[in-house]
DNA sequence: ACCTGAACACCGTTCAAGT
DNA sequence: ACCTGAACACCGTTCAAGT
């Protein structure tokens, strides 16, 4: 009986199925066994396409944060600044759940680190000092990731009826979960123009 | 033969020892049998003072986020803001390997949101609309939580010579991490500059 | 070449049992 | 009242063995 010709695994589908887990279960959620078990295999199997947990999960960051445009700055660095931050918000909801990989370990994957690159270049081209820009860049990640983290609807949401009494000041209306979302667009939209306008 | 008359484990010692490895080893060197060893103890005594791991870093959040300083607004809105970040932020990097965890699961610790009622208040009676003093809030936060984690010094300062060929624009000379400090706190006071300015 | 079984060194948590 | 031993249901990773 000859061997099946395709593989069962390949780098590509560990990936999309772990990334699928890693959205429906949280990050938590991820273990290397259910990923094996989704994908029709033993644990061990995977170690042949994939060489830590880790490193897997650097690979699917890298992925999903591949929808970041850097292109604005051709433009206006200001326009470069806000798109920039606009297209890394939106990647970063489209998997909130893999953020806390991202924020926890060094940024030290290439892609970040090209268009960290990219971004510091076209700030010193607009007259920014080299230090200046590497600040202007690390603030306007703060409000990406900050906004991406800690916000409203993943937040604090889960219990409108405990806060009324204790809280007075916060509003319950704004903690359900459908204006939440609304809201972090919104923070995150106010806090970036307050940023780049205040430079 | 009388029990020693003071028992070994308490809530307190079992907080501030776990919060000693989490400072040394950092979050994920943190575990219950290695806390209880730490403690001259079995793991499972440890469930006797507290209710479960995650319990626990709950509360050792709470602590560190006692020194955040919110009595600014009493001044002056923009003052207030411009202290509460600054307290924030350095109640934070006194212990920065418990970030990861204030960031991932929901802020939903009751001196959190005592504080966060404080600050909306506040904003309210300067002037601001209630959806208004929320954003605020919450870009505030971006700012503190985006500073704390997506830091220069953990972030990619490891290997310098790594960086110097491939990218360009990027001062090497920042990645120094006697530099990377430095600039970590001068970045987060421009961002909070721009962004109160900004307002 | 690709996958498996079994093992190693870990986890958090529970619970009957000891003192 | 306080701690322990042993167990349960998990982890990530390795490696000889099978096809």
């Known amino acids: 009986m000859p061997r099946p010709s395709t ?3 390949s780098p590509d589908r560990i ?14 959620g ?3 066994r259910k990923l094996a078990a989704s994908l029709g295999v033993q644990a061990a199997s995977l170690y042949g396409h994939v060489r830590t947990k880790d490193q897997l999960l650097n690979d699917i960051a ?8 850097v292109s604005g700055f051709s433009v206006d660095w200001r326009e470069g600044l ?4 606009r297209s890394y918000r939106a990647a970063l909801s489209t998997h909130p759940n893999i953020v806390p990989f991202l924020a926890y370990g060094p940024a030290g994957r290439d ?4 268009r960290l690159d990219l971004l510091h270049g076209a700030l010193v081209d607009a007259g920014w ?7 202007i860049a690390a603030g306007l990640m703060y409000i990406v990731f900050g906004s991406a983290l800690s916000s409203f609807s993943s937040g604090f949401s889960s ?3 405990d806060y009324t009494d204790r809280y007075p000041h916060l509003d319950r209306a704004h903690l359900l979960p459908g204006v939440a979302r609304e809201l972090d667009r919104d923070s995150f939209e106010l806090a970036l123009a307050a940023f780049v306008r205040g430079l």
Chains 1, 2 share one sequence.
């Open 7 to 9: 593989p069962l695994l």
């Open 15 to 28: 990936r999309s199925v772990a990334l699928a887990i890693i959205d429906r279960d949280g990050l938590d």
């Open 30 to 32: 991820l273990s290397m």
């Open 62 to 69: 890298s992925s999903v944060l591949s929808a970041v445009d």
């Open 82 to 85: 806000i798109r920039c931050a």
């Open 111 to 114: 892609e970040s680190l090209q």
């Open 129 to 135: 000092s080299r230090r200046e820009a590497t600040m």
């Open 159 to 161: 219990d409108p009826a």
